[in-house]
C-alpha cells in the first residue's frame, strides 16, 4: 500500500469511459429520474399518485397478481428446468449439444414470434385442445388462452433457458465423490437426491429462480398477448396507463414500484452470486 | 451415483425421457410457425389442407412489411454499430482502468439490462417527446444503443480480460505506438468478443418491442411493431410467414456464431 498514494485520486484509464456515461447518463440516468420526480408532481405535487396506487383495489388486485404470476412461473421453471438441467449437466457432450442448440434456438427465437405461435397453439380450436379432445383426453376445449395458464406456459417457455443454463454450471460445480460417498455409506438413490444433491444445487436454484422471478414481474408482451383482462400483470398497466389513460402521474408512480421493487431483488442476487458471476463473468 | 451418467441405471432413462420431452417442448412452436406459413388455411387450421407460398407472396408485396423491415435493420445496424463503438471504449476503461468508482461504473453501465423495459421506456418516451426525438430514427437508434450497451460490453471485456496485456506491451517496446499496438494487436486478439457484441447488440434491437411501441409513429415502424400490431389485430398467416423468416435469419447467425467461435477455439 506504500506505493499507492501516488494514484489515488487519479483517474487513470477513466477516458475511454466518457462516451458510454455521457450516453447512459443523459439518455438512461436523466429520464429516468424525471420519471420518478414526475410520480411526486404531476398533476401536482404530493404523494396523491401514490394513494391512488395502494388505495385502489384495481391496483393492489394488479401488484398481486404480477406477483402470483411471477411466483407460479418461477416454480414451473425451477421443476421442468432441474432434470433437464441434471441431465446436461452429465450427458456425453455430443448428445447434449443437440438440447443445447434446440435451447439457443429456442432463446434467440425473437420474442413475438414465439409468442405468435403459443396464441395460435393455445386457442380454443388450436392444436393442443384438438389433439387432446382427439385423444379423447377432454371433451371441451380447455380455457388456456387469455388466463393464468396460458400467461404461465408462454412465460415458462421463455424463462427456461435462463433456468437451464446456470443450473448446468451449479451441478457441475458439485463434485461426483461427494454422492460416490453417499452411495457407498448405504444412501438410497433418493435419499442421495434428498440430502446431497439437492441442498448442494440449491445456491444455483435460488440464484436461477430469483433471476426469472425479478425477470417476470417485469415482462410486458407475453403477458400482454397470452394473459386476459382479469389478470393484468404491471407492465401492461403501466403501459396502458401512460399510453391510453394518458396519466403520467400514476403511471410514473407505478414504474417507480416496479423499479424498487426489481432493483432490491437485483440487489439480493448480487449478494447471492456475486457481481461478477451475474455479469457473465464481466 | 446421481452425478455419474453410466451409473443412473433407471434414472437415466427417466431424465433422457424428461429432457426430450422439455426440448420437444422448445422446439415446438418454432416448427410448428414455419409449418403454418406453409399451410393454406387463413384460420390457421393445422395440420394444414394444402401447402402454399401466398402468405410469403403476400409479405413480401406488401411496401408496409417490407419499410418495417428496412426500417429494423437501419436501427438495428445503427445501434450496433454505435454500441460496438462506446462499448469497445468502455471495455478499456473497465478492464483496465484503476480509478475510483470502476465497480460503480460498471454496474451504471450494465443497469439497463436488467431495469424492466418497459420503465425505461416511458422514461425515455417522455424526455424524447419533451426534447423532440419521439418517433425519429436517431430517437430509436439512441433508446436501442443504450438497450444494447451490456450486451456489447460484457463480450467485449470479457475477451480483454482474457487478453494478455503483456503482448500489447511487446509492441510497444518494439516500436509501435500504444494506438498502433491497440489497433493492429488487441483488437484482432479480442476480434471474436467486438463480433460477438456486435450480434448480440444488433438482436437486441432488431427484437426490440417494448421501446419500439412507444417510440413508433405512423411512418416510423419497425418489424416488432408491425408484428404486434398484427397480432392484436388478427391471427393472420402472413404473421406466421413474417415469423419464419425471422426464425431463418437466427439460424444463420447461430451457425454463423458457432463457425467463428469453432475457428477461434482451433
New interface residues.
Given amino acids: 500500500m506504500q506505493g499507492t498514494p501516488l494514484?489515488r485520486?487519479?483517474?487513470?484509464?477513466?477516458?475511454?469511459?466518457?462516451?458510454?456515461?455521457t450516453?447512459?447518463g443523459l439518455?438512461?440516468?436523466?429520464?429516468?429520474v424525471?420519471?420518478l420526480l414526475?410520480s411526486v408532481t404531476d398533476p401536482e405535487p404530493g404523494l396523491q399518485n401514490y394513494a391512488a396506487l395502494f388505495g385502489s383495489g384495481t391496483y393492489v388486485r394488479v401488484f398481486l397478481n404480477t406477483f402470483l404470476v411471477a411466483a407460479v412461473v418461477t416454480a414451473v421453471t425451477i421443476v421442468?428446468a432441474f432434470?433437464?438441467a441434471?441431465?446436461?449437466?452429465?450427458?456425453?457432450p455430443a448428445l447434449g449439444s443437440?438440447?443445447f442448440?434446440?435451447?439457443?434456438?429456442?432463446m434467440?427465437?425473437?420474442?413475438?414470434?414465439?409468442?405468435?405461435?403459443?396464441?395460435?397453439?393455445l386457442?380454443r380450436t388450436?392444436?393442443i385442445n384438438?389433439t387432446l379432445m382427439g385423444l379423447g383426453i377432454i371433451h371441451e376445449p380447455l380455457p388456456l388462452i387469455n388466463n393464468l395458464a396460458g400467461v404461465t406456459i408462454g412465460m415458462v417457455?421463455i424463462m427456461?433457458?435462463f433456468m437451464i443454463l446456470p443450473l448446468i454450471g451449479a451441478?457441475r460445480a458439485?463434485d461426483?465423490m461427494t454422492?460416490?460417498a453417499a452411495?457407498l455409506c448405504g444412501a438410497s438413490?433418493f435419499q442421495?437426491?434428498g440430502r446431497?444433491?439437492l441442498p448442494l444445487s440449491l445456491p444455483g436454484i435460488a440464484a436461477g429462480g430469483l433471476m426469472v422471478f425479478?425477470m417476470s414481474?417485469?415482462?410486458?408482451?407475453t403477458p400482454a398477448?397470452l394473459g386476459g383482462t382479469s389478470n393484468m400483470m404491471l407492465?401492461e398497466m403501466?403501459?396502458q396507463t401512460?399510453?391510453s389513460l394518458l396519466n403520467?402521474g400514476l403511471?410514473?408512480a407505478a414504474?417507480f414500484v416496479?423499479?424498487i421493487v426489481?432493483?432490491a431483488l437485483?440487489a439480493l442476487q448480487l449478494r447471492m452470486v456475486g457481481?461478477r458471476r451475474l455479469?457473465?463473468?464481466? | 451415483?446421481?452425478?455419474?451418467?453410466d451409473r443412473?441405471?433407471w434414472?437415466r432413462a427417466v431424465?433422457?425421457a424428461?429432457?426430450a420431452l422439455?426440448?420437444a417442448?422448445?422446439?415446438?412452436?418454432?416448427v410448428?410457425?414455419i409449418l403454418?406459413s406453409f399451410g393454406s388455411s387463413r384460420w390457421?387450421a393445422?395440420p394444414p389442407t394444402g401447402w402454399t407460398l401466398k402468405w410469403y407472396q403476400e409479405l413480401l408485396a406488401d411496401p408496409a412489411w417490407i419499410n418495417a423491415a428496412l426500417t429494423s435493420a437501419k436501427i438495428a445496424a445503427m445501434a450496433a454499430i454505435l454500441s460496438v463503438?462506446?462499448?469497445l471504449?468502455?471495455?478499456?476503461?473497465?478492464v483496465?482502468?484503476?480509478?475510483?468508482g470502476?465497480?460503480l461504473?460498471?454496474?451504471?453501465?450494465?443497469?439497463?439490462m436488467?431495469?424492466?423495459?418497459?420503465?425505461?421506456?416511458?422514461?425515455?418516451?417522455?424526455?424524447f417527446l419533451r426534447i423532440g426525438l419521439a418517433g425519429t430514427t436517431i430517437g430509436f437508434v439512441?433508446?436501442h444503443?443504450?438497450l444494447a450497451?451490456p450486451f456489447a460490453?460484457?463480450p467485449i471485456?470479457?475477451a480483454l480480460?482474457g487478453f494478455d496485456k503483456s503482448i500489447e506491451d511487446a509492441a510497444i517496446v518494439c516500436g509501435a505506438s500504444p494506438l498502433q499496438a491497440r489497433l493492429r494487436i488487441t483488437l484482432p486478439s479480442i476480434r471474436i468478443g467486438i463480433f460477438s457484441a456486435a450480434i448480440f447488440s444488433f438482436?437486441a434491437s432488431w427484437?426490440e418491442?417494448?421501446v419500439a411501441?412507444?417510440m413508433a409513429s405512423p411512418t416510423l415502424q419497425t418489424l416488432?411493431v408491425k408484428?404486434?400490431g398484427s397480432?392484436r389485430a388478427d391471427?393472420s398467416p402472413v404473421?406466421?410467414a413474417a415469423?419464419s423468416l425471422?426464425?431463418g435469419l437466427?439460424?444463420c447467425?447461430?451457425i454463423v456464431t458457432a463457425l467463428l467461435r469453432r475457428r477461434s477455439s482451433r
Fill in positions: 494514484r485520486g487519479s483517474m487513470a484509464g477513466s477516458g475511454g469511459a466518457l462516451p458510454a456515461l450516453l447512459v439518455f438512461f440516468v436523466v429520464p429516468v424525471a420519471l414526475r421442468v432434470p433437464v441434471w441431465m446436461l449437466a452429465i450427458m456425453p443437440i438440447v442448440g434446440i435451447i439457443i434456438l429456442s434467440w427465437t425473437n420474442l413475438l414470434t414465439r409468442t405468435y405461435a403459443w396464441m395460435v397453439l386457442q388450436g392444436v384438438r417457455y427456461l433457458p451441478l458439485i461426483p454422492l460416490r452411495a438413490p442421495a437426491f446431497i444433491l425479478v414481474l417485469g415482462y410486458f408482451v398477448l407492465a403501466i403501459a401512460v399510453q403520467w403511471g410514473s414504474a416496479l423499479l426489481t432493483m437485483y457481481a455479469a457473465g463473468g464481466l | 451415483m446421481l452425478l455419474d451418467y443412473l441405471g434414472l431424465l433422457a424428461f429432457t422439455v426440448a417442448f422448445l422446439l415446438l412452436p418454432v410448428f410457425i403454418l390457421l393445422f463503438l462506446v462499448g471504449l468502455a471495455s478499456f476503461s473497465l483496465r482502468g484503476e480509478f475510483p470502476r465497480q461504473l460498471r454496474g451504471l453501465l450494465l443497469t439497463p436488467v431495469l424492466p423495459v418497459v420503465v425505461f421506456a416511458i422514461a425515455v418516451y417522455a424526455f439512441i433508446a444503443t443504450i450497451l460490453i460484457i471485456a470479457t480480460e438482436l427484437d418491442v417494448v411501441i412507444f416488432p408484428i404486434w397480432l391471427l404473421v406466421a415469423s425471422l426464425v437466427t439460424l447467425l447461430m
